[in-house]
């Protein structure tokens, strides 16, 4: 599976952005989706993940309420809908894959990465 993750850019706080990873190679709703984010300095964290049919989301709390995670197996996309931005949410955002159809927060659980799409809130 090939990720390509696009959307990234810059915006002012409150503003909104929507991350789209495009997924190339088969049985795309076999995997799990994740989105994690980098900052400077920082270890990579995750953010929202999806389960393989999109039943399942689940998120960091710092972004409950603001982002939402959804997927389109049709056309093998998984989306991350940002609103009300905030400074903090400056990183490069990754998006991933995991086989087996769940969803999981670790970093070493995915098996396929995009390479990633900045996003820089200006406050």
């Known amino acids: 599976v090939q990720l390509q993750a696009s959307g990234g850019g810059l915006v002012q706080a409150g503003g909104s952005l929507r991350l789209s990873c495009a997924a190339s190679?088969?049985?795309?709703?076999?995997?799990?989706m994740g989105w994690f984010r980098q900052a400077p300095g920082k270890e990579r964290e995750f953010v929202a993940a999806v389960t393989w049919s999109g039943s399942t989301t689940y998120y960091v709390d710092s972004v409950k309420g603001r982002f939402t995670i959804s997927r389109d197996n049709a056309k093998n996309t998984v989306y991350l809908q940002m609103n009300s931005l905030k400074p903090e949410d400056t990183a490069v955002y990754y998006c991933?894959?995991?086989?087996?159809?769940?969803?999981?927060?670790?970093?070493?659980?995915?098996?396929?990465w995009g390479q990633g799409t900045q996003v820089t809130v200006s406050s």
């Open positions: 190679g088969r049985s795309f709703n076999r995997y799990a």
């Open positions: 991933a894959a995991r086989g087996g159809g769940y969803y999981d927060t670790r970093v070493n659980e995915y098996d396929y």
